[in-house]
Structures are given as C-alpha cells and as structure tokens.
C-alpha cells in the first residue's frame, strides 16, 4: 500500500518528492496537476518583507523554509535532469525592496521598519534617491524604502514542473482525477465527518474516493488540497482569490523584488530572468470565484504604474486568479490529524515559500530546531483533533 497525496500544487508534490526520494512509496492525485495556486504564484521567498504584525510565527517558519531552498533547489534540478542545476528553476536571492509612494505610505514604511529592528531583522532603510540608485527604473515619486537583502524567489511554474519530472523519474504514479472524500474505517460509506467534529475521533483514514467512485486505498493520505482541503477534512481553510498578471520585456526591468504601497494599496513586483514581470496580487474574499476582473487588473497596473512607470510599455503576456488556502491565523496547518491522516494545507501567502520546510516536517526529515517549529503549525492548535 501507498501513501497518497491529496493535491499536485507545490506543496503536495515537494511533500510527494521528499517521500519518494527516501523510498517510500506514494502516490499522487489531482485533476491538474501544477494548476491552482501554484500556477498563479509569483514565487516571492520573502519572509522578511512579508512580516506583518502579529505573524512572528509565520515568520519563523518562513526563516526556516527560506535557509532549506537553496538545497532543496539544487537536489531538485539534479533529480529532475535540468541542465542548468539550481538555475533551472530561477532561484534569486537579489533581496526585495519594499517602496512607499506617498507621505501615508512612507509614515507605514517607518512603523514597519522599528517593528522589524524590534525583532532584529536585517533591513536596511533608505531613502527615496537610494531606492532609485538600487533601481533605476523607480518611479521619481517613490520616496524611501526599505531594502530585506535576505529575501530571494523562485519561478514556481518551474519549480512545479521539475517536480512533475523528478517524480516521474522516480516512478511515481500521478492519478488526474478529483477526490470527492476521504475513506474512514468506521465510515466506509461516505466521506469524513470532519476532522474537528464535535463527539470524538474519527476513524482511521483508509483512502480516498475519486471522483465517479473508484477508491484508492492508502496506508496514509497526506492532504495538500490547498483551498479545497475545508471539503475533505473539516480544517479552517478558506479560499482568498489573487489576481495576478505577468508582463513580458526585452530587457528585465528590475534587478531584485519591488514591493509597494500606493496610498495603502499593497502591489509587487516579481522580475524574471528571462525577462518576465509578475505583477501582483489581489487579495479577495469571494469564495472560489476565479474570475479575473477588470477592476483587480486596473487596480494592478495602476498602483505598478506609479512605483514603475515603465510597465505600461510592456506587453501583457498573462492574466490569473488564483485561491490561497488561508487559515484563521495566516499559519499553514501541517501535521498528523488522527490516524492515517496528515494535514499540509492552509499556507495561505507561502505556499511557495514554506514547501521546502513543509515537505521536510511531513517526511521526518526535520529535526532540533527545525522539528520544534512543528508546534506552530500543528493542526491541534484548532482544538480536539481526531
Ligand atoms: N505571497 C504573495 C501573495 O500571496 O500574493
């Protein structure tokens, strides 16, 4: 018997790709594989410039996540064949540089800025004419930043497809087929209950059910199902949609991350180098409405447009909506759940980010410092738990 792997986004198959480089047998199952979230990600590993208020325990686990993509990257293109190693999957550590366009924005910019000193972040503040010298093609307007020249990122269609490859060279069968439920040995019938269920456990997962009823059955089912996770197992996952459009150029308009505020209005900017210019994200709670819509594009490009007015010359290779996996407190949700039932959901904003730490909590691989991490994600921090 195998383990199964309920979802093919970055998470499901870095989860999938650790267990099957340590021999353990498994499968994989979704009707589209590297679609979803993944596909919509801009690819930011920036747990720095991402920290909000509140959120040190995402952070630490980003940190964690962070140090693991250089390797991760790098055994990634050798299991994957990719020519260019680590490069294949457009691993850059040139930093973000966080913007503020207007006097509200730059007021935002200082409390952030003594907020990370207070945490003891490596940043480096800098005013608008420093900004424009790490990044000639800034805006005049943009009146100081904030450099976090730790931060890297990663093109995750890439990184999805090396996946894709590396497990196929391994021999590791991919199901394209949606699971309608989770098996339970007290409940052969129907799908689980719900994992927070009120009047005790749930029995062991056994499997899973496909879509027109086929059962797959499955020593453990690791559930990746990202948005979609709330319908098989009771978890708090909600769908938070993103619009996000890519851009093509020439020449790379930027040399590192750019992100901004354009009077409160959040918008990032994610160079690739081969001359790609992510554009993002909204941040919507319409339930799993993928529509994109005029009014998120326009809100895009207009706040892309006053920190880099160059964007408009370039031509619109992409538009996306894509659904986060969010979680009542922004962490993603990662551990066993009762028996035969391992949760790695919910990673909101970092999916792309946290995929190394997450497949190395799920896979045993993690341990001392890195193992105690696995407290803050534990699925039993939402209650009784079967
Ligand atoms: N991590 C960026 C986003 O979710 O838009």
């Known amino acids: 018997m195998v383990e199964v792997i309920v979802g093919g986004g970055v ?30 990600a801009a690819g930011m ?5 991402e920290v909000t208020y509140t959120e040190e325990p995402l952070l630490r686990l980003g940190l964690a996540s962070l140090r693991r993509w250089p390797a991760f990257a790098a055994e990634l293109a050798a299991d994957a064949g990719l020519p260019e190693g680590a490069h294949g999957v457009d691993l850059r550590a ?3 540089l966080d913007v503020a366009f207007g006097a509200d924005d730059l007021a935002a910019l200082d409390e952030l800025a ?3 000193d207070k945490l003891g972040l490596p940043v480096e503040r800098l005013t608008g004419r420093e900004c424009r010298r790490l990044e000639p093609m800034l805006a005049p307007s943009v009146r100081g930043g904030l450099l976090a020249a730790g931060d890297a990122w ?6 999805t497809a090396a996946l894709l490859t590396a497990l196929e060279r391994r021999h590791v069968p991919l199901v394209r087929a949606r699971v309608t439920g989770l098996l339970r040995e007290d409940d052969p ?19 899973v059910r496909l879509e027109g009823g086929a059962e797959l059955a499955a020593t453990t089912v690791v559930l990746a199902a990202g948005a979609w996770s709330a319908a098989l197992a009771g978890v708090p996952v909600r769908p938070v949609k993103g619009q996000i459009l890519r851009l093509r150029s020439p020449q790379p308009l930027l040399t590192r991350c750019v992100r901004g505020s354009v009077h409160g209005s959040p918008v990032y900017l994610v160079p690739r180098g081969d001359g ?11 339930g799993f409405d993928t529509r994109v819509t005029a009014g998120g594009l326009y809100e895009l490009l207009r706040d892309a447009r006053e920190l880099v007015p160059g964007v408009t010359e370039l031509e619109l290779a992409d538009v996306v909506a894509g659904l986060r996996p969010g979680t009542p407190d922004n962490v993603p949700i990662v551990g066993p759940a009762g028996d035969g039932l391992v949760l790695a959901t919910g990673h909101h904003r970092g ?19 890195e193992g105690g991490l696995a407290a803050l994600c534990s699925p039993a921090r939402f209650g009784e738990i079967a």
Not at 45 to 49: C, F, G, M
Request: charge should be negative.
């Open 114 to 116: 003594a907020f990370m």
């Open 45 to 49: 590993l920036a747990p720095v410039s």
């Open 276 to 286: 790609e210019l992510v554009v993002g994200a909204t941040q919507e709670e319409l």
């Open 351 to 369: 999916g792309v980010l946290l995929a190394p730490l997450t497949a190395a909590l799920v896979a045993g691989e993690a341990g001392g410092e």
């Open 94 to 96: 040139e930093g973000t």
């Open 11 to 40: 998470v499901g198959l870095s989860v999938a790709w650790r267990l099957a480089r340590a021999g353990r047998p498994v499968t994989v199952v979704d009707p589209d594989p590297a679609g979803g979230a993944s596909h919509a």
């Open 189 to 207: 019938e129907g799908p689980a209950a719900g994992l927070l269920r009120e009047g005790g456990p749930a029995g062991r997962v056994t499997g």
């Open 154 to 159: 990663v093109d995750p269609r890439r990184v």
